[in-house]
């Protein structure tokens, strides 16, 4: 598994020097990239990225299968072999599945071909539902995440100037110099919610595994939800996002439609304290429009500001600093925001154990409907504002 994603890596390299070759090909020619050219271009992008998520997911999977193992430790003895099962008929096969009493059945060949019409046994079987590709976000990884069971008000504090040491003169009274704070941010707990019924013969008859995409589901749903709030969220009633609570950074120049340079992330890099650019964690947050803006993009010497990843333990770098895809954020527009870069693990999100889902089988008794009731309580707000600046494209 180790040497694929390997391979991966290394093709994802090799993309991304033809991109490079393109890009400088029509810079030494003074023009723009011809429609063929732009073709290449999209195509070697779309490669870069399919073979990043083929990286996430086969790394997701080995570490699902290493919990497993460890989970399995010491049970190895206990397993026995399989007893002989009576026949049942294909119908009660398809029921057990969709309830979960057997994971996976192989059905015996008969003699109907695909294209019967009305065949009794299916071609083919697959107990999944293929879901909508839609990345969720990052702020529930790069934030500090704090977990309580209650959802009381929890306050936090943060530093707003240190102590000042002077010099002193021989047996003279040294002057005292306490650090100041900055009034405490209060985190509660928004809730994020949603209801949705299934018949009870969804759940019983149906060739699908139901109860397996409903989870799938819940998570996706309140994840994308919360993680659009702790991005832009307002503050009232809603969490108070990253981008709303950053300082202002850099203001990009007049009449390009929102658009960033080279300069313009140079810039934002060092609006950023010293500190706050070497704390671990420190990294630009943008969406996948910005990113893809940001891969043709060259410094004052000619030198790309975007740099693949090396390794599958890593991510892409831009100006020596890791890329975080975010869809809550804006796309380059005038007075937009961005980008967002700094020390990310500075914006603090508070759940209140986590995503609960719970089932009732008597809510909508009379229809024989089983509910299932999603909630999520989270806050979140930048603790340290002076830690994370944001890009703002130009008003006009």
Same mark, same amino acid.
């Given at each position: ?128 539902? /293929?879901?909508? +590709?839609?990345?969720? *976000? ?5 934030? &500090?995440? %704090?977990? =309580? !069971?209650? $959802? ?73 939800? /919360?993680?659009? +709030?702790?991005?832009? *969220? ?5 969490? &108070?996002? %990253?981008? =709303? !609570?950053? $300082? ?149």
């Amino acid at each position: 598994m180790s040497d694929y994603i390997r391979q991966q890596v290394e093709a994802r390299a090799k993309a991304w020097e033809e991109a490079k070759a393109l890009l400088d090909t029509a810079a030494a020619e003074k023009r723009e990239l011809s429609g063929e050219e732009n073709q290449t271009y999209d195509r070697i992008m779309a490669d870069l990225d399919q073979r990043s998520a083929v990286i996430d997911t086969i790394k997701a999977q080995t570490e699902r299968e290493e919990r497993a193992a460890e989970a399995m430790k010491g049970f190895e003895s206990q397993v026995k072999p399989a007893l002989s099962v009576p026949a049942i008929d294909d119908a009660e096969l398809i029921r057990s599945l969709a309830r979960g009493e057997i994971r996976s059945h192989s059905f015996e060949k008969r003699d109907v071909l695909k294209s019967s019409t009305g065949a009794p046994v299916p071609t083919s079987f697959y107990d999944n539902v /293929v879901l909508l +590709a839609r990345k969720i *976000g990052p702020l529930l990884e790069t934030s &500090t995440i %704090i977990n =309580t !069971a209650g $959802g009381e008000n929890l306050q936090v504090p943060s530093v707003s100037a240190y102590s000042t040491g002077t010099v002193s003169s021989e047996a003279a009274a040294i002057g005292e110099s306490d650090p100041t704070f900055n009034a405490f941010k209060t985190l509660g707990a928004y809730k994020y919610s949603f209801l949705t019924q299934i018949s009870r013969e969804m759940v019983e008859d149906a060739g699908v595994d139901i109860l397996g995409f409903l989870s799938q589901n819940v998570g996706n749903a309140l994840g994308f939800a /919360v993680n659009g +709030a702790l991005t832009t *969220g307002t503050g009232t009633t809603q969490p &108070t996002g %990253i981008v =709303t !609570a950053a $300082g202002s950074g850099i203001t990009g120049s007049t009449a390009v439609s929102g658009a960033f340079t080279a300069d313009n992330l140079i810039d934002l890099v060092y609006s950023v304290d010293t500190v706050g650019r070497q704390l671990p964690g420190t990294g630009f947050m943008m969406n996948a429009k910005s990113i893809a803006a940001v891969r043709k993009l060259k410094d004052t010497a000619g030198n790309y500001v975007f740099s693949p990843a090396l390794s599958a333990d890593k991510r892409d770098l831009l100006l020596g600093y890791e890329v975080y895809e975010n869809p809550g954020m804006a796309d380059p527009a005038t007075s937009a925001k961005s980008v967002v870069f700094g020390h990310l693990p500075s914006y603090f999100v508070r759940t209140v154990g986590g995503i609960k889902l719970d089932r009732s089988d008597d809510f909508a008794f009379s229809q024989d409907l089983i509910s299932f009731r999603a909630t999520m309580r989270v806050d979140g707000n930048l603790i340290q504002t002076s830690h994370v600046k944001y890009f703002a494209g130009g008003a006009s």
